[in-house]
């Protein structure tokens, strides 16, 4: 899965942050979303690969592209059968999020990305578009933090694990009002919070790698971006655990339905028979192989954004691979015009 199909992967990426960039500061999210999946679908349509769309825009009637179940890739298009031998090629579950942080993309905001996961058939969970409660945290906190703990237990915990004081952490929450009690507990615990608008999977993956001044992410975001933050976070060795928000006494916008008892109802129908499981990474992105890839839109911690030039673009691109244990920066010179231009900036 790993060689030729990686650097395909990375120019899905790569494309879709393009595409968005090009909107970056626009203020319009919807449409800096809309290019970043006709960008990712189109590339991702090239690949010689069977593709299954497990997480993306949304259910079949709600999203005319990357709707959950689409198949993807060079034989899921229309002329397939004169070159394509399905029986020859492993299938692939694939999660994406085109453009993770619109509204950071859209108001020129650091901390968007293009972002998508993969795995064999069957590797990643197929996660409702209901909230999670997530906690990350680096790789020497994993499994010793945990979701069920208070903040100011894991605080603890992670203090130790990291050897360092409760004050020298910094604990990434979005600003939310849902969020105001745990931002309290987390300032009253000693530890310094990172408020962020929006973007928890940037966030998330900040917690893997030392040296980001990010040691955790607490709080609750979306349910499908939760299984590509674990995908990334399982490949690292790091710390990730994710937990369905089914009550709307706790998140009373957005993506789930108002009745406590009819969330629950579909969450059933979906096969999910325990809406309260605590998932860990590696139940979320339980594949032999996972791969993750994320460009960054607009410039954020570990990655730059996407840097635009006569007659080109320059992109940063995060591979993290389960199989080959790594985790690559891809620099990337595109260019566009005629005559070719290709500048170090
Ligand atoms: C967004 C987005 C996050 O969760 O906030 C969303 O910025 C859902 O939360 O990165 P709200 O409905 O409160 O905005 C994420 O998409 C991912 O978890």
């Known amino acids: 899965m790993e060689n ?31 290019v970043a999946v006709e960008a990712m679908r189109e590339r991702m349509n090239k690949i010689y690969m069977r593709g299954r769309i497990v997480i993306g825009e949304g259910e079949r009637d709600d999203a005319p592209m990357l709707y959950i179940g689409e198949e993807v890739g060079i034989c ?44 064999e058939k069957g590797g990643l969970f197929a996660a409702p578009d209901f909230y999670m409660k997530k906690l990350a945290a680096p790789p020497a906190a994993k499994g010793k933090v945990d979701i069920s703990k208070s903040a100011t237990e894991n605080l603890k915990i992670l203090a130790e694990c990291l050897d360092r ?52 992410l607490m709080g609750i975001g979306a349910a499908p971006e939760g299984v590509i933050s674990a995908a990334a976070l ?10 369905l928000i089914y009550d709307p006494a706790i998140v009373q ?3 789930i339905g108002e009745s406590k008892e009819a969330n629950i109802a579909r969450l059933n129908e979906m096969g999910i028979t325990d809406p ?14 996972v791969l993750f890839a994320g460009t960054g839109i607009t410039p954020g911690n570990i990655m730059n954004g996407v840097r635009f030039f006569k007659g080109g673009a320059r992109t940063q691109t995060l591979v993290i691979s389960s199989q080959s244990q790594t985790a690559r920066f891809v620099d990337t010179i595109h260019m566009h015009g005629q005559p070719k231009v290709v500048q170090l900036r």
Request: hydrophobic residues 40%; negative net charge; glycine residues 10%.
């Open 4 to 34: 030729t199909l990686g650097l395909e992967i990375i120019e899905v990426v790569e494309q879709a942050a393009i595409a968005s960039a090009h909107l970056m500061g626009k203020g319009d999210k919807n449409e800096a979303d809309r």
């Open 276 to 289: 309260d499981k605590i998932y860990t990474a590696e139940e979320l992105a339980s594949g032999e192989n």
């Open 165 to 216: 004081g409760i004050d020298e952490l910094v604990v990434v929450v979005m600003k939310r009002d849902r969020h105001n009690d745990l931002i309290k507990e987390i300032r009253e615990a000693g530890a310094r919070v990172q408020l962020i608008s929006d973007g928890d999977v940037g966030a998330a993956i900040n917690c893997g790698f030392a040296g980001t001044n990010i040691h955790a």
């Open 253 to 255: 916008t957005g993506l």
């Open 76 to 119: 899921s298009q229309p002329n397939a059968k004169e070159f394509c031998n399905p029986d020859e090629l492993v299938e692939i579950d694939i999660a994406v999020d085109p453009c993770e942080g619109t509204n950071l993309c859209a108001y020129g905001q650091p901390g968007s990305m293009a972002v998508l996961a993969i795995s």
């Open 234 to 243: 399982r490949c690292l060795g790091a710390h990730f655990q994710g937990q």
